[in-house]
T-cell receptor, first 114, second 115 residues
């Protein structure tokens, strides 16, 4: 299994531009999570999906952020417009819907907004 | 509200010395407890977890953690660390609320193993 795949691995963009981060979960997993990691705030859960349906988006910082999961094998996190304070590493993770299931994290996308 | 606290942001320790990374949680409901490890420039990986049963759980690389309900703690220990254990360690809890699972990660502890 290739694990969770994220693209791009690095993204540098200018303030005001739209940014789209992509994630392919592990085949067979039915939960998908988006996290943001910064030195100041640590690891924050932004949103997660069960069976392609958003379950908890209370961590999404503001309306500039949106996430979609059109099918079981693909999800996007979009920031429009981007701001310098959005600079962070964004992780996608997938798991089975179960209290005991571990989350498998992707390698992350390092976003820099100048 | 539920929360996870990792009081130590950084822990330096010499190679072959023992280490304990502390994790305390606050919860009014039952929780399931996890430790994840993050090596530089990588995503998190599961180290070990406690769901039920024996309160002492072990990982394949010598780490162990003990669930202490009365002290609401889930500290991570290793009797003898290696240079390769240098990484960031995250404590996490899962609990059921409002018809769904909720996930909370601690702020992480950076373990630096010194030669």
């Amino acid at each position: 299994d290739a694990g969770v795949i994220q693209s791009p691995r690095h993204e540098v963009t200018e303030m005001g531009q739209e940014v789209t981060l992509r994630c392919k979960p592990i085949s067979g997993h039915n939960s998908l999570f988006w996290y943001r990691q910064t030195m100041m705030r640590g690891l924050e859960l932004l949103i997660y999906f069960n069976n392609n349906v958003p379950i908890d988006d209370s961590g999404m910082p503001e309306d500039r952020f949106s996430a979609k999961m059109p099918n079981a094998s693909f999800s996007t996190l979009k920031i429009q417009p981007s701001e310098p304070r959005d600079s962070a590493v964004y992780f996608c993770a997938s798991s089975l819907v179960d209290r005991g299931s571990e989350q498998y994290f992707g390698p992350g996308t390092r976003l820099t907004v100048t | 509200a539920q929360s996870v606290t990792q009081l130590d942001s950084q822990v330096p320790v010499f190679e072959e010395a023992p280490v304990e990374l502390r994790c305390n949680y606050s919860s009014s409901v039952s929780v399931y407890l996890f430790w994840y490890v993050q090596y530089p420039n990588q995503g998190l990986q599961l180290l070990l977890k406690y769901l039920s049963g024996s309160t002492l759980v072990e990982s394949i690389n010598g780490f162990e953690a003990e669930f202490n309900k009365s002290q609401t703690s889930f500290h991570l220990r290793k009797p003898s660390v290696h240079i390769s254990d240098t990484a960031e360690y995250f404590c996490a809890v899962i609990y059921w609320a409002s018809g769904t699972y909720k996930y909370i990660f601690g702020t992480g502890t950076r373990l630096k193993v010194l030669a």
